[in-house]
């Protein structure tokens, strides 16, 4: 089963090389154990753009789609056979990344 890891960040700054350099450990750490699928970080949201295309006309704009202290910073693709397996490693990537996260599961 996939399971999306999310980064909730909700701190000034973003990650210290301390955890950065977590961060690759752990990454070597699934490749190694067979759980790596895909990872990704993301900019801040100031640099998004939302599209809302389900009227007439496709309706751009700048910013992100929700105001808030909190924002999705980065996230895992993780293959793991139960949802246990799943909040283990979320719980080590919280911990080498310093931040919270959400897992959901794929349908």
Same mark, same amino acid.
Request: no cysteine.
């Given at each position: 089963m996939?399971? *999306?890891?999310?980064?909730? @960040?909700?701190q000034a700054g973003l990650a210290?090389?301390?955890? &950065?350099? !977590?961060?690759?450990?752990? =990454?070597?750490? *699934?490749r190694t154990?067979? @759980?790596w699928v895909f990872a990704g970080g993301l900019?801040?949201? &100031?640099? !998004?753009?939302?599209?809302? =295309?389900r009227g007439a006309e496709a309706l751009v704009t700048?910013?992100?789609?929700?105001?808030?202290?909190e924002y999705l910073a980065g996230f895992w693709i993780i293959e793991a056979p139960d949802l246990d397996v799943a909040l283990k490693l979320a719980a080590?990537?919280?911990k080498a990344c310093n931040r919270k996260i959400e897992v959901r599961p794929f349908l």
């Open positions: 996939q399971y *999306l890891i999310s980064v909730i @960040h909700d210290t090389p301390d955890e &950065d350099a !977590a961060i690759d450990v752990f =990454n070597d750490r *699934l154990e067979g @759980h900019a801040s949201p &100031d640099t !998004a753009t939302v599209i809302d =295309n700048d910013g992100p789609f929700v105001e808030s202290k080590e990537g919280s």
